[in-house]
Each structure stands twice: as structure tokens, then as C-alpha cells.
């Protein structure tokens, strides 16, 4: 295998591992969509309980959400620097 095959393989396989590293979003988007689910039926059961609800929500959201940025982080050093 010549050095040019080689690199291309090489970035191939960059992307292979940057997609893979993207699997981590699917979690942090199904949880944030049942997190939401969650509070909107709290909301609809208790509405005396919006606010505390709400802001629990968007606390639990926020630390979904740093799994997604952390596995993005990972998928940019993967194809940047590596």
C-alpha cells in the first residue's frame, strides 16, 4: 500500500471514529425529549408546581446537554488533532 492510500485510509477512518463519537448525541437528545415529555405532564397534573418544575427541568436539560458538548469536543479532537 502506497503513502497516498495509506493517508487516505487514515482520514477515512478519522471520520469513522468522529461519527462514532457523535453516537454519545443521540442519548442527550432522547433524554432531553423525555425530560420535556416529564415536565409538561407535571405542569398539566400540578399546575401549582410549574415553576419548581420548570426549573428542574431546565437543570436536568442543561446537564443532558454537556454530554452532547462533551461528545462533540471528542469528534472535533478526533478529526483536528489526532
Known sequence: MDAAAM???????K???????????L????????LGSGAMQGIARNPDAAGTIQINMILAIAFAEAV?????VVALVILFVG
Open 27 to 34: 442519548g442527550a437528545g432522547l433524554g432531553i425529549g423525555i
Open 15 to 25: 471520520y469513522i471514529g468522529a461519527g462514532l463519537a457523535m453516537i454519545g448525541t
Open 7 to 13: 493517508e487516505v485510509l487514515v482520514q477515512g477512518l
Open 68 to 72: 452532547a458538548i462533551y461528545a462533540l
